[in-house]
Every structure is written in C-alpha cells, then in structure tokens.
C-alpha cells in the first residue's frame, strides 16, 4: 500500500512512497554485502531506500509486469545491485536458486493494492472512480467482472463474508444474481452502485458500503491470502540465521495471518493438550525471535499526511538457527475461500 506523494520511487518522479518507510528499514536495518528481498516491488519505494541505506543487494519481485517494466530505470541507477524479476513472493526460493541465491538477509513484504492501482481506473480496483470490473494485480487469468457473473449466489455470498468480513453478504450477493440476469456486470461503478443500494449510505459515512465488497473479490480473484501464508513460509526457509522478516499489513484478515506465523514460530509449543498430563515435552525450537510483542503503527503525522495509512500494522522477526517449520494454513486462520476453486 502506497502513499501518494510527489517524491521519487523506481526511477524518475512517482506520486508514490511504501507506507510507514523510515519504520520498514530501521526494523531491516541492512548492511553492506547483504542481500534483501523485497517480495512487493510496486513503485520501488521499498526498495530505492534499502539501497540508499547500505551498499546491500536488493531481488524486487512483483506479479504486476506494468512495475517490472517502471522499476528498469531504477536497475539502472544502482547497477549490479538490484535485480527485478516478474513474479509471485510466495516463489522467491526458486527466484533466489535461479539468481544463485542460497540464503537472504532480510525480506520484507508490503501487503495489499498500491495507490498507483487503486488510482488507476482501468486497473477496476477501486469503486472510486467507473472502469472496468478487472482486479488483476498481475496481467492473465479471469477478471472480477468473471467471478461477479459466473459464481453461483452461496459462492458469491461466501466470498463477502469470509474475504471482506460483510455482515450482509446474502443480500449483497441475491442483489448482485438478480441484477445480473437483466445486463451484465462489467464496470465498478455498476457493483458499487448495486451494493450501495442493499446497504444505503449515510452522508456523514467515511467509508463507502461497497469496500468490503471490493476487498473480498480482490482478495479471492489474487489468492492474496494464501499468497501471504506461502510467502512467509518461503521467507522463513530462505532466511539466514539473524536475517529479519518484515511484513506491512492492511486490514485485519492479513494481519491475522502475520501474527499467528510470528506467534507460532516465535515460542515453543507444549505437546499434548489440557486434558492429558504434562510431559514437560514441548513442540520445534522457535525459528523467529519477535522484534517487539506488539505490531507498529504509522505515525499520527503520516495518518494526516496519508489517511491510507491509518490501518498499517508493522510485524517483524529475527531468523533463528532453527529448523523452518511446516506451514499450516488452517492453524495460520486462512478462510477457506482463500483460494479460488
């Protein structure tokens, strides 16, 4: 998630910066001869302040060709230290084993959809402003306007509830079947007018009715949460012993995921349960040691500056010497519609 500034990002001006900057790289804190992932390239925000921070080596990845291609001349400025490449972080071992990468020093994960998508209105990520119904963060595979008219109305309704925690998901989704049979849904402003009319709208209501609405398909249409569980599990099986974990969250669904990886890899866990005895037998060595027991949040002047900001939530790790450990995505909260069928 992006702030929207006149500073400079990947190569020339950008009207975007990472939320929460100057927090992601103390908590990183690189140096020189390291190599950091940054699994969400966006606008290269992250990454361009690693790189001014030490003379460390940064791998951008990104599933979004359009900022692969707005990241080259950033490569350029810093030759030899930043590789971009094309692609999910949840497969950043096999990116890395194809650089020739056996272990990293750091990764840090910004959670989420970018200012520079939510303001572009062909992208159909936002309800802000009419273009067509995509949600797309990379550039192949059906588009939101494909779940809303082909998904049964149960499947619709579960999606709301699960992904975008709407209390009134059946009626969003009767609403959405019935106005589909009359013309196809294909536009944002189309769905956001439908969802606005089942919920009403209050004129003093800071948040527009169709949001959760927005996020559940996004969520959905991406895989954004098993994307998450994967991506941590990847990062804790590439990190080195003393490299760090950084993760930006944005609502609670991810932040839920980020907090339970840390709390599960952070503490050993007792074997049995608490209707057998204790054996004093207790579960794998911690393979994180937590940097702060509670998550940060951005500071009151970049709430001001950015009200995006305002939901952020830091969580961060140190790697251990520890075995990685097995990845549950059940024990991790994922909603079982994490993952389109």
């Known amino acids: ?73 950033l490569a350029e400025e810093f030759p030899g230290r930043l590789k971009l490449t094309l692609g999910r972080f949840a497969e950043m071992e096999a990116i890395a084993e194809a650089l020739d990468i056996k272990a990293v020093n750091g990764v840090v994960l910004d959670l989420g959809v970018s200012s520079m ?57 009767k609403a959405i079947v019935a106005a589909r049979a009359e013309a196809a849904i294909t536009r944002t402003g189309q769905l956001a007018d439908i969802v606005e009319k089942v919920l009403g709208r209050k004129r003093d209501e800071a948040k527009h009715p169709a949001t959760r609405t927005f996020q559940a398909l996004r969520l959905y249409l991406n895989s954004e949460l098993a994307e998450l569980a994967e991506g941590l599990a990847a990062a804790e099986r590439l990190l080195a012993p003393g ?30 349960s608490r209707h057998l005895p204790d054996t004093g037998e207790t579960g794998p060595a911690p393979s994180f040691d937590l940097l702060g027991r509670k998550p940060l949040g951005p500071s009151k002047q970049e709430i ?14 140190i790697r251990t010497q520890a075995p990685a450990q097995p990845v549950d995505l059940a024990a991790l909260g994922l909603p079982a519609l994490a993952t389109p069928a």
């Open 304 to 317: 001001r500056d950015n009200p995006r900001s305002r939901s952020a939530r830091l969580r961060a790790g």
């Open 1 to 73: 998630m992006m702030a929207s500034r006149g500073d400079r990002a990947a190569g020339g001006l950008a009207r975007h910066i990472p939320v929460m900057l100057s927090e992601v790289v103390e908590t990183l804190n690189p140096t020189s001869g390291e190599t950091i992932i940054d699994g969400t390239f966006g606008a290269g925000g992250y990454t361009r302040a690693i790189l001014d921070s030490s003379d460390c080596s940064v791998v951008a990845i990104d599933r979004d060709p359009r900022a692969v291609v707005g990241g080259e001349e």
């Open 243 to 272: 490299g760090r974990l950084v993760v930006v969250t944005f609502h609670s669904l991810e932040d839920r995921i980020a907090k339970r990886f840390f709390a599960t890899r952070s503490k050993p866990e007792p074997k049995g």
């Open 117 to 173: 998508q939510l303001d572009e209105a062909e992208r159909g990520f936002s309800f802000m402003q009419d273009g067509p119904l995509d949600m797309r963060m990379g550039a192949s595979g059906p588009t939101a306007a494909d779940i809303v008219n082909e998904q049964s109305e149960k499947t619709l309704a579960d999606i709301l509830f699960q992904l975008g925690e709407e209390r009134r998901s059946r009626a969003i989704a």
